[in-house]
Nanobody, 122 residues
Framework: QVQLVESGGGLVQPGGSLRLSCAAS????????IGWFRQAPGKEREEVLC????????VYADSVEGRFTISRDNAKNTVYLRMNSLKPEDTAVYHC???????????????WGQGTQVTVSS
């Protein structure tokens, strides 16, 4: 059974950092692309970053370029989203997802985690 579980969210002050984790089970994560998404209240879901099976990360949201990075630890079957210089507009529920294909694009995401809340506020 394919499962993704996010963790690491919380309340952080503007300018702070967080690292989110996406732990996978039921499949070997390093063979597939994993995407991070976020959805703020009243807004559409947006894709933030994706990492393909060859480790390269692709940034989709211009607003996070230079601040967010994606990485994976194959031994732990986990993908990370490192978020630096956080801003109030980064407040959202963050989800990881996979379509069990190797490339970030094209991609149809079929499996989603439950999400972790990130709140950036002073």
């Amino acid at each position: 059974q394919v499962q993704l579980v996010e963790s690491g969210g919380g309340l952080v002050q503007p300018g702070g950092s967080l690292r989110l984790s996406c732990a996978a089970s039921g499949f070997t994560l390093d063979s597939y692309a994993i995407g991070w998404f976020r959805q703020a209240p009243g807004k559409e879901r947006e894709e933030v970053l994706c990492i393909n099976r060859r480790y390269g990360g692709t940034v989709y949201a211009d607003s996070v370029e230079g601040r967010f990075t994606i990485s994976r630890d194959n031994a732990k079957n986990t993908v990370y989203l490192r978020m630096n210089s956080l801003k109030p507009e980064d407040t959202a529920v963050y989800h990881c997802a996979t379509g069990l294909v190797g490339s970030c694009s094209p991609q149809t995401y079929k499996y989603w985690g439950q999400g972790t809340q990130v709140t950036v506020s002073s």
